[in-house]
């Protein structure tokens, strides 16, 4: 069986072992086991790279954790001369390991982020911002548009009153040309809009996903954007 999926994270599981947590196009969240892949002569442990697009080779028998037979890497082209796509890299994987979890098939999903890296490879180093708001699209968790003020992030809509101080007039209008515009990727935020905006979709995050935590490099992206 063959499956093209995205790698989230993975864990070394003793010396030479590992077990691979992907985002799979045909079956959402799943776990894979990779025998060998930290072998000394194995040169595939190169392909542990967050977000890398991977064909898994697995047998047929159905098991809690799939062996992998064979290991290829779809997409040639990494991103690792450049430190601001890997920070990003390692952001995005850290959080869609975290919401993609209990994530069935969902290809919408998959393709949001083929999307998210092929802007990244353009050098749109706002990207990350416009795919988080994009999967909480995708999800049905995006704000319902109004014509009131301020975001109100528990509950999703707009209202008269500001309800979150990081859901000000401002980063609420960013909110809503998101969600009103046909290509949100063209869109430009400066770089205060840029870190308010990402500190209101962290928050989001936390009223609508139980046990949500802040990606390990975060603060890496606020040094760097």
Known sequence: MTQEVFLLSYTK???HDAVLHCFCRENGFESFFAKGIYAPKNKKKAFLFPL???LVYTSDK???IQNVIK???KNSELFTSDIRKNAIL??????LNQVLRNENQNQNIYSEISLFLS???MDNFQSHLI???RLLKQQGLQPLFSDKTYLNPESGNFEDIESHHFFNQDISAIWKELIVSQNPYDIKLSRLGKQNFLDSVLVYFHYHFTDFREPKSLEIIKEIF
């Open 71 to 73: 290991l290829e890497q």
């Open 131 to 133: 795919f988080i708001f």
């Open 52 to 54: 890398n697009e991977l």
């Open 13 to 15: 599981y003793g010396d």
């Open 119 to 121: 802007q990244l490879q």
């Open 90 to 95: 390692f952001f995005i994987s850290d959080l």
């Open 62 to 64: 159905k098991k809690n």
